[in-house]
Antibody
Framework: EVQLVETGGGLIQPGGSLRLSCVAS????????MSWVRQAPGKGLEWVST???????HYADSLRGRFSISRDNSKNMLSLHMNNLTAEDTAVYYC??????????WGQGTVVTVSS | EIVLTQSPATLSFYPGETATLSCRAS??????LAWYQQKPGQAPRLLIY???HRDTGIPARFSGSGSGTDFTLTISSLEPEDFAVYYC?????????FGGGTKVEIK
């Protein structure tokens, strides 16, 4: 079964850092575009970052420099490192297959809450 | 950045009616336009990719059309499970962008 499972969300203080992970099953992350998409409470979908090919990455302009996407092919896992978090980063973070293609497989999401 | 505008934000229908949702892009994104459905508490689901291609398992009552900057998602004969929020998304240029969404609600 093709599946994505995210972990790593939680409550973090402003200025803190967090690492989200996403384990894939039924396909390889190395052979696909892989992305993170987030959704703030009550808001729409916002693309965050995509990784593909020989570690080519793209980021939303507003997040460049604070967020870093990576993948571990040996663990079939995608990660998102987030630094200097603010309240505006509070959201459900989804891992998704796609980016260069449409997003055809989504995880269930992991909740990140930035608050003191 | 390509801006996708979905309007109106909310549409109301009776079950069995046909819904037509609009997505307008600030520049040409053909053919790289997709549509997603999202229900409360769930992850989005891909319905349509590359303007008009239904994803695997998507019922035939969902169809996509359009070109250039104007696109439409049509849901024929709305079923109770179709009442949800729908987003369009472009992959023509980086950064990838989503429309603001249209909520299809029961009248």
């Amino acid at each position: 079964e093709v599946q994505l499972v995210e972990t790593g969300g939680g409550l973090i203080q402003p200025g803190g850092s967090l690492r989200l992970s996403c384990v894939a099953s039924g396909f390889t992350v190395s052979g696909n575009y892989m992305s993170w998409v987030r959704q703030a409470p009550g808001k729409g979908l916002e693309w965050v970052s995509t990784i593909y090919s020989t570690e080519i990455t793209h980021y939303a302009d507003s997040l460049r420099g604070r967020f870093s996407i990576s993948r571990d092919n040996s663990k079939n896992m995608l990660s998102l490192h987030m630094n200097n978090l603010t309240a505006e980063d509070t959201a459900v973070y989804y891992c998704a297959r796609g980016g260069g293609d449409a997003f055809d497989v989504w995880g269930q999401g992991t909740v990140v809450t930035v608050s003191s | 950045e390509i801006v996708l505008t979905q309007s109106p934000a909310t549409l109301s229908f009776y079950p069995g009616e046909t819904a037509t949702l609009s997505c307008r892009a600030s520049q040409n994104v053909s053919p790289y336009l997709a549509w997603y459905q999202q229900k409360p508490g769930q992850a989005p689901r891909l319905l349509i990719y590359d303007v008009s291609h239904r994803d695997t398992g998507i019922p035939a009552r969902f169809s996509g059309s359009g070109s250039g900057t104007d696109f439409t998602l049509t849901i024929s004969s709305l079923e109770p499970e179709d009442f949800a929020v729908y987003y369009c998304q472009q992959r023509s240029n980086w950064p990838l962008t989503f429309g603001g969404g249209t909520k299809v609600e029961i009248k």
